[in-house]
């Protein structure tokens, strides 16, 4: 398996542009969370999916951020307009079902630079 | 909101010397797991601790879960220069939601 797959890897933009990131969960995984990890803030979950369904999106910071997940093999992650603040590492993970204690899979992140 | 807070925030240490990391919570901890994250990677999972007391080894690495189930540490004995990168505590709350410690940074001199 393949593992998580994040695309791009790396994202330089100037702020006020269009900013999306993508995201391929591991194959039979139905539980998808992104997160967004700085230094000041550690590891913050902005997003959980359950079988392609938004259940908690409190992390969410405000109305430029939002997540998308037509189907179980693909999510995406859009930040409209981006703003200097939102450089970060922006980390997507998933697992299998929906009890608390499964190991949660990352994906190697999009290194995001909003200029 | 619940604190998951990490102890100490950075640690460097020579190399063959132990390390330890402390993971702190406000409230009860459900499930405890734990992560490695290397310099420019990603968040690896390393182990979980369920019950109250539990005590699991891998190799060099012992996880423990506290009595009161409130904090949990991780201990390296004789630290390798691959044992570099940051540890993270996660706990599940009972539900989906992980909420991450501080982590602690691990650099190891050789």
């Known amino acids: 398996d393949a593992g998580v797959i994040q695309s791009p890897r790396h994202e330089v933009t100037e702020m006020g542009q269009e900013v999306t990131l993508r995201c391929k969960p591991i194959s039979g995984h139905n539980s998808l969370f992104w997160y967004r990890q700085t230094m000041m803030r550690g590891l913050e979950l902005l997003i959980y999916?359950?079988?392609?369904?938004?259940?908690?999106d409190s992390g969410m910071p405000e109305d430029r951020f939002s997540a998308k997940m037509p189907n179980a093999s693909f999510s995406t992650l859009k930040i409209q307009p981006s703003e200097p603040r939102d450089s970060a590492v922006y980390f997507c993970a998933s697992s299998t079902g929906t009890r608390s204690y499964n190991e949660q899979f990352f994906g190697p992140g999009t290194r995001l630079t909003v200029l | 909101g619940q604190q998951v807070m990490q102890i100490p925030q950075y640690q460097h240490v020579q190399e063959g010397e132990d390390f330890t990391t402390y993971c702190n919570s406000s409230?009860?901890?459900?499930?405890i797991q734990w992560y490695k994250q290397r310099p420019g990677g990603h968040p690896v999972f390393l182990i979980q601790?369920?019950?109250?007391?539990e005590v699991k080894k891998q190799k060099r690495l012992t996880f423990q879960f506290g009595e009161a189930k409130k904090n949990s540490s991780l201990h390296i004995t004789a630290t390798q220069t691959t044992d570099v990168g940051t540890y993270f505590c996660a706990d599940t709350s009972g539900t989906y939601k992980y909420i991450f410690g501080t982590g602690t940074r691990l650099k190891v001199l050789a």
């Open positions: 601790l369920v019950k109250s007391g």
């Open positions: 409230t009860t901890l459900s499930n």
């Open positions: 999916f359950n079988n392609n369904v938004p259940i908690d």
